[in-house]
T-cell receptor, first 115, second 114 residues
Framework: KAGVTQTPRYLIKTRGQQVTLSCSPI?????VSWYQQTPGQGLQFLFE???????NKGNFPGRFSGRQFSNSRSEMNVSTLELGDSALYLC??????????????FGPGTRLTVL | GNSVTQMEGPVTLSEEAFLTINCTYT??????LFWYVQYPGEGLQLLLK?????DKGSNKGFEATYRKETTSFHLEKGSVQVSDSAVYFC?????????????FGTGTSLTVIP
């Protein structure tokens, strides 16, 4: 079974630009979550999508948005990039349903650098 | 609210040494607890999990016991190897959460030297 894939793996942008990251979950997984990982803050939850609906949202500004398609693939978008947005963005997928017993499977991440 | 606190790193050990990485949590509901490991250049992988009090998760020689009375989930391994060098994350997810939101600790970097 193929794992979670994320594209692109590396991205360099300049301040003010916008960026779109893509995540393909494991087949059969309907929940997709996004995390921002930085050395100082660790992993911070951005949002979770389930059946094309945002089910949970972390404490990030509105510049960060996402969506999920009918095939469960997900994209996240960051508009008006700031230097502080430089980070590793991780996508994780899990089986349907709520509650903490479902393991999250992580992709390798997209390394975003904002210059 | 929900949060996880894990011991600061980095941790450097000699091969075959005993490892303990402390993790404590705060939760409003009934959390499941996890340890994830991240090898250089890779995403996170589940190492072990425990879903209720007194459960012991184990995998690849690593163990952690869900202690509700001390709100802890410390990771242990009796004899570390160089290949165990990685960053370890403790995490929780609330069983009664409406979604799959995980709360992660800040990570503990482990380096094992031969």
């Amino acid at each position: 079974k193929a794992g979670v894939t994320q594209t692109p793996r590396y991205l360099i942008k300049t301040r003010g630009q916008q960026v779109t990251l893509s995540c393909s979950p494991i087949s059969g997984h309907r929940s997709v979550s996004w995390y921002q990982q930085t050395p100082g803050q660790g992993l911070q939850f951005l949002f979770e999508y389930f059946s094309e609906t945002q089910r949970n949202k972390g404490n990030f500004p509105g510049r960060f948005s996402g969506r999920q398609f009918s095939n469960s693939r997900s994209e996240m978008n960051v508009s008006t990039l700031e230097l502080g947005d430089s980070a590793l963005y991780l996508c994780a997928s899990s089986l349907a349903g709520a509650g903490g017993q479902n393991e999250q499977f992580f992709g390798p991440g997209t390394r975003l650098t904002v210059l | 609210g929900n949060s996880v606190t894990q011991m600061e790193g980095p941790v450097t050990l000699s091969e075959e040494a005993f490892l303990t990485i402390n993790c404590t949590y705060t939760a409003t509901g009934y959390p499941s607890l996890f340890w994830y490991v991240q090898y250089p250049g890779e995403g996170l992988q589940l190492l072990l999990k425990a879903t209720k009090a007194d459960d012991k998760g184990s995998n690849k020689g690593f163990e952690a016991t869900y202690r509700k009375e001390t709100t802890s989930f410390h990771l242990e391994k009796g004899s570390v190897q160089v290949s165990d060098s990685a960053v370890y994350f403790c995490a929780l997810s609330d069983v009664y959460n409406t979604g799959n939101q995980f709360y992660f600790g800040t990570g503990t970097s482990l380096t094992v030297i031969p």
